[in-house]
T-cell receptor, first 111, second 114 residues
Framework: QQPVQSPQAVILREGEDAVINCSSS?????VHWYRQKHGEAPVFLMI???GGEQKGHEKISASFNEKKQQSSLYLTASQLSYSGTYFC????????????WGAGTKLIIKP | GAVVSQHPSWVICKSGTSVKIECRSL??????MFWYRQFPKQSLMLMAT?????????EQGVEKDKFLINHASLTLSTLTVTSAHPEDSSFYIC??????????FGDGTRLSIL
């Protein structure tokens, strides 16, 4: 079952913050976050494993709430280069190595 | 590290032609390789999962005879679009991974069938 991402799209001004959410109805082993720019392959951002964790860099970070089967991606003081479509991929306990992708969140950063 | 090479990056060919796309993991041995298809403004759609030395597992609605997958080694998988038609035009992306690690994507192949 496809994880649900929200919002579907967001427009920000450079320097503003954004939060993208990803929720699943299945018990998850991991959540993966990727960013894809138009016409390019997805680029890996980070992976969060069960046990509940938070990780990332100073301006791009994520959390994984294992109990709620939810993950959130935090973009702080956004830069123009952050524009793109963000996908979460969830790996369930019974996933057979597959990642199930959310529909994506389109992020547009304006100067 | 963890580089996946996909070739070719762009193909334009006539209807009825068969097209082969290669996916190689350059610096690691992949447990599994995946083939995706992506239409404009849509998410990645998994076509098939491929383990080395075994038959690929196709997703529902994906024609096995149309999209032939061969996984010859731990570092190479190929997708052949047989007798391609305009409706097969799309962006095809492969990925490779080791369990518990991220999926690493190739750069994708843009296929245009005239």
């Amino acid at each position: 079952q496809q994880p649900v991402q929200s919002p579907q799209a967001v427009i920000l001004r450079e320097g503003e913050d954004a939060v993208i959410n990803c929720s699943s109805s299945k018990a998850l082993y991991s959540v993966h976050w990727y960013r894809q720019k138009h016409g390019e392959a997805p680029v890996f951002l980070m992976i969060l494993l069960k046990g509940g964790e938070q990780k990332g860099h100073e301006k791009i970070s994520a959390s994984f709430n294992e109990k709620k089967q939810q993950s959130s991606l935090y973009l702080t003081a956004s830069q123009l280069s952050y524009s793109g479509t963000y996908f979460c991929g969830t790996e369930a306990m019974d996933s057979n190595y597959q990642l199930i992708w959310g529909a994506g969140t389109k992020l547009i950063i304006k100067p | 590290g963890a580089v996946v090479s996909q070739h070719p990056s762009w193909v334009i060919c006539k209807s009825g032609t068969s097209v082969k796309i290669e996916c190689r993991s350059l610096d690691f041995q992949a447990t599994t390789m995946f083939w995706y298809r992506q239409f404009p403004k849509q998410s990645l759609m998994l076509m098939a999962t491929s383990n080395e030395g075994s038959k690929a597992t196709y997703e529902q609605g994906v024609e096995k005879d149309k999209f032939l997958i061969n996984h010859a080694s731990l570092t190479l998988s190929t997708l052949t679009v047989t007798s391609a038609h305009p409706e097969d035009s799309s962006f095809y992306i492969c990925s490779a991974r080791v369990f518990g690690q991220p999926q690493h994507f190739g750069d994708g192949t843009r296929l245009s069938i005239l």
